[in-house]
């Protein structure tokens, strides 16, 4: 069965700085990953998406994500956050056709 | 893009009732999904529902609880039954665009009490 872990609860950064967020799958096939980001309130805005091809993917908002299979890893990052990045991220797995199984999120917390 | 509207935004309804959320989307998708997230918690796939045949139900949901149909290309509805305060989530509508992009909707914030 597939599953997500994303292993940081939650994670404080201070504005201007960098930010990772990790994410481990298991998967039993190629997999197509995600990131969505939920702001208090709101519904599930989608971040970026790997499907194939190159292996760092970019999104909107200035994230962008590395996938790497050897570590079952798709990972998120942005160079420099702002405030309006303080919100919930989820990673997400799933296949072609079929509904997706996420992460149990990262609260982020941006300090000023 | 796919634009999903959800009804009702949210609603209190009292134990041992039922509420139906709708799901309309503004183009014909072929895969609809219903997700549940509880409070402070993540999403939870409920079902996949496709037009002409039975909607799909995850390990530890079932039809009986929680109902769903399917009438045509941009419709579903989620009916939950025989509510207690355990089902006081977060309900949501998602579609697949062209199967690679998973959209969804603004969710249905129920509270039972």
């Known amino acids: 069965a597939q599953s997500v872990t994303q292993p940081d609860i939650h994670i404080t950064v201070s504005e201007g700085a960098s930010l990772e967020l990790r994410c481990n799958y298991s998967?039993?096939?190629?997999?197509?990953l995600f990131w969505y980001v939920q702001s208090p309130g709101q519904g599930l805005q989608l971040l970026l998406k790997y499907f194939s091809g190159d292996t760092l993917v970019q999104g909107i908002k200035g994230f962008e994500a590395e996938f790497k299979r050897s570590q079952s890893s798709f990972n998120l990052r942005k160079p420099s956050v702002h405030w309006s990045d303080a919100a919930e991220y989820f990673c997400?797995?799933?296949?072609?056709?079929?509904?997706?199984?996420f992460g149990k999120g990262t609260h982020l917390i941006i300090q000023p | 893009s796919a634009v999903i509207s959800q009804k009702p935004s949210r609603d209190i309804c009292q134990r041992g009732t039922s509420l139906t959320i709708q799901c309309q989307v503004d183009?014909?998708?072929?895969?609809m999904f219903w997700y549940r997230q509880q409070p402070g918690q993540s999403l939870t796939l409920i079902a996949t529902?496709?037009?002409?045949?039975?909607?799909?139900?995850e390990s530890g949901f079932v039809i009986d609880k929680f109902p769903i149909s399917r009438p045509n290309l941009t419709f579903s509805t989620l009916t939950v039954s025989n509510m207690s305060p355990e089902d006081s989530s977060i309900y949501l509508c998602?579609?697949?665009?062209?199967?690679?992009?998973?959209?969804f909707g603004q969710g249905t914030r129920l509270t039972v009490v």
């Open positions: 183009s014909q998708v072929t895969m």
């Open positions: 998602s579609v697949l665009d062209r199967a690679t992009e998973a959209f």
């Open positions: 997400a797995v799933g296949a072609q056709d079929d509904g997706l199984t």
């Open positions: 998967y039993g096939a190629t997999p197509y």
């Open positions: 529902a496709n037009q002409g045949s039975e909607a799909t139900y």
